[in-house]
């Protein structure tokens, strides 16, 4: 009677495992041949649709349930005739055997409901976004001109946004310029202090810094408008 039940126990773990190839390889081709369709190319076009494939998908869940459940019954009579008085103690390996069995069905079990899983997530998946891919197409064919329009709009937009972008760095840059030469100006005023109190000690001295304070104006003059140009260059070809 074991050796029968080990029989059908090995029969119909092989032919789960067969099943269970050929449902992970259904469920694989099944995101490929949705992929392809995203991609509308002839290469990708697959060779079942996807309405045959949610048929066989069907169809072989039920089939390796049923396997499974006939599986879990013929373990189950292995632990019933290994449960028999006597027969623990006499062989150990049949325990082992049967632990073996158990394994290899929680495996299968554990395997079929993993690819299943991951096969209506995916169909989920497919089918929201073939929904959104569909209400995109709708919505352009039937407004074309609209669409049009928008495009426009949203070109204008990026310019002023590119606009207002470049106007804001050359408003960074000038306050960064004006803070640099503000804390010049404070040095170069305690320099200037230091140095009109050597030349109220030294008339020579004075005049040299009479000359130096002209040259200074003359250059603050040209840096000014020199940054002044730049500027405004720099408005009118951000609005232009």
Known sequence: MLTDLRKQARQLENELDLKLVSFSKLCTSYSSSRDGRRGDSSDTTPLLSNSTQDR????????????????????????????????????????????????????YTHEFHKTKSNFMAIREREDLLGSVRKDIETYKSGSGVNNRRTELFLKEHEHLRNSDRLIDDTISIAMATKENMTSQRGLLKSIQS???????????????????NLRKRRDSLILGGVIGICTVLLLLYAFH
């Open 56 to 107: 066989m998908f069907e169809t072989m869940s039920v089939e390796i349930e049923q396997l499974l459940a006939k599986l879990t019954g013929v373990n189950d009579k292995m632990a019933e005739y290994t449960s028999t008085p006597g027969v623990t103690s006499l062989n150990a390996a049949l325990m082992h055997t049967l632990q073996r069995h158990r394994d290899i069905l929680q495996d």
């Open 194 to 212: 230091r140095v009109n109190t050597l030349a109220n000690r030294f008339p020579a001295i004075n005049n040299l810094i009479q000359r130096i």
